[in-house]
């Protein structure tokens, strides 16, 4: 049963930071291209950052400098480095697995991010 528990949102101030995390179960995680994405009210879910499995990445050019995707293979777990965030950085953030060769595409369940003073 393939699993992605994200973890680490929470409330913080504008300026502030948070480290969000995506643990995974189920898949061979080395292979599979691994993303966070985001989802604010009444707006389309976007892709914020990407990691392949060579470790090259892409980002939400509104989050370039300020976000940093990382993961672990020995852990199964890919993390999102949240620096400087702002109220426009409000969403729930949900994380992705994606192994194109098969075609398999896995969600975790999301973590909600409330950047406010």
């Known amino acids: 049963q393939v699993q992605l528990v994200e973890s680490g949102g929470g409330l913080v101030q504008p300026g502030g930071s948070l480290r969000l995390s995506c643990a995974t179960s189920?898949?061979?995680?080395?292979?599979?291209?691994m993303g966070w994405y985001r989802q604010a009210p009444g707006k389309q879910r976007e892709l914020v950052a990407v990691?392949?499995?060579?470790?090259?990445?892409n980002y939400l050019d509104s989050v370039k400098g300020r976000f940093t995707i990382s993961r672990d293979n020995a852990k199964n777990t890919v993390y999102l480095q949240m620096n400087s965030l702002k109220s426009d950085d409000t969403a729930v953030y949900y994380c992705?697995?994606?192994?194109?060769?098969?075609?398999?595409?896995?969600w975790g369940q999301g973590t909600q991010v409330t950047v406010s003073s």
């Open positions: 990691m392949a499995s060579d470790s090259s990445t």
């Open positions: 992705n697995a994606v192994w194109r060769p098969v075609g398999n595409v896995y």
């Open positions: 189920g898949i061979t995680f080395s292979r599979y291209v």
